[in-house]
């Protein structure tokens, strides 16, 4: 009788253990499969040449990739629906604009995929209110965006003053985006 009461016990103490153990292992493998999806959805690369484009921004303006040689540019790309978008663009004004404003050689690219115009205007006045204001472009048929990556956003890409990709990123971290704005501050030097 005691033996059975023994094992009770133990088994009470153990299941526990070897529960959460197994669901550790199942977040480990879930999260490995995310970036493995992710890595296989990118088109565009570390060290790879950033392709040219030309993308219309929400206020008219015109921005051609190859025209800005010789800077420094992030291009990001988002929509209004994506959370870790929003996530990351609270991020930006003190991350990213006002720690290199000024700074010439240093251009913010987002751009909002598969979007109209009224849709991305409205987000951004949105945004505004809430002191998140800076151009975006759009590419409201993917074209751009097609030419990087197959799926997954908030993508960033870190394009050096040759138009060399140095850095690229999917979805939206918090260490990974401070560790982007490191590298920005880096090439700027």
């Known amino acids: 009788m005691r033996s059975a009461l023994y094992i009770r016990v133990m088994a009470g103490l153990v299941a526990p253990v070897i ?30 040449q950033a ?6 921004m929400l206020d008219g303006r015109f921005l051609k990739l190859s025209d800005l040689k010789g800077k420094v540019v992030l291009l990001n790309f988002w929509a209004t629906w994506c959370g870790p978008c929003m996530m990351e663009f609270k991020e930006i004004p003190d991350k990213i604009l006002k720690r290199f404003e000024g700074k010439s050689d240093f251009v913010f690219i987002p751009v909002s995929r598969e979007e109209t115009r009224e849709t991305v205007r409205n987000k951004m006045d949105q945004l505004k209110r809430d002191g998140i204001d800076f151009p975006v472009g ?38 990974e985006f401070a560790a982007l704005a490191e590298k920005i501050e880096d090439l700027l030097k």
Do not use: C
């Open 51 to 56: 392709p040219d484009f030309s993308v219309e």
């Open 19 to 48: 529960f959460a153990a197994s669901m550790r292992v199942n977040a480990q493998n879930e999260a490995e499969s995310m970036r493995k999806a992710m890595e296989e959805a990118s088109i565009i690369k570390t060290g790879d």
């Open 138 to 175: 759009m590419d409201p048929d993917k074209a751009i965006y097609s030419l990087y990556a197959k799926s997954y956003i908030p993508r960033n890409y870190l394009i050096d003053r040759n138009g060399k990709v140095v850095h690229a990123s999917t979805g939206y971290d918090v260490k």
